[in-house]
Structure formats: structure tokens, C-alpha cells
């Protein structure tokens, strides 16, 4: 039996410092975050769609200013966690996940934070 993916795309920019296992914190940095969405459907609606592209976007989007400008540090979901590229991807994950219509599975959120640097929740089954 087939699937149906999408994949939606979005970006934003932030700050952030990680605690390093010593303890310490690297020195504050920004990145140009671009993250990926992956959705499955093993069937199409009614109008031969997993689901609207635009509604899709308008939440990611939603998602995306809550971060965007920020240092990621001072958000509230990593005020006892370091703001890694795993722990966005999972936050993003996590926020995203719930406004899916019915029959559609987010299947991997992946985060790059450089162009050279990813980093993807998978969630489990």
C-alpha cells in the first residue's frame, strides 16, 4: 500500500548558547533556521489532497514568529533544557503535531541551523 507525503518549509532567525557537558556555556550565536516538515497520508480527502497546503503553512508559520527574533534560551519550552537544534526540532514537532486534520502523521521535523548542520525528530510509533 502507497503513501502520500508533503513536505512544508519555513525559516527563521534566533540566538541561542548551549551548556556544554564541562558545564559551561558556549558563547551566544545566531543561526538562520530552516526547518522541514514530513506528513503522511495513506489516503487523499474528498478533494484529492492530504491536506490545504495553506492552512498547513499559516500553522508553521504561526509557529516560526513565535521564535523568530528570540533567544531561544528565554522561550518558556527550553527554560530547563539547552535550545539545541534536536530539542527545536522536537518542540516544533510537539506544537506542529496537534493542528493535523484527521488521517494525517507528521513523520520528521528536521531543523538546520547552518547549511552543513541538521538536525530531525522522528517521532515514535
Known amino acids: 500500500m502507497g ?6 518549509k519555513n525559516e527563521f532567525s534566533a540566538a541561542h548558547r548551549l551548556r556544554l557537558h564541562d558545564g559551561d556555556f558556549e558563547p551566544m550565536h545566531g543561526h538562520n533556521w530552516r526547518v522541514e516538515i514530513y506528513l503522511e497520508s495513506p489516503a487523499l480527502d474528498r478533494a484529492g489532497l492530504v491536506a490545504d497546503f495553506v492552512v ?6 504561526r509557529l516560526t514568529r513565535e521564535l523568530h527574533n528570540t533567544t531561544l534560551n528565554d522561550h518558556p519550552a527550553f527554560s530547563s533544557s539547552n535550545p539545541s537544534t534536536e530539542l527545536v526540532a522536537k518542540f516544533l514537532h510537539d506544537r506542529f503535531a496537534p493542528t493535523l486534520p484527521a488521517g494525517v502523521r507528521l513523520s520528521k521535523v528536521r531543523v538546520w541551523e547552518t547549511d552543513a548542520c541538521a538536525a530531525s525528530f522522528t517521532p515514535g510509533d
Do not use: K
Open 3 to 8: 503513501r502520500y507525503e508533503l513536505v512544508l
Open 56 to 61: 498547513l503553512q499559516e500553522n508553521l508559520s
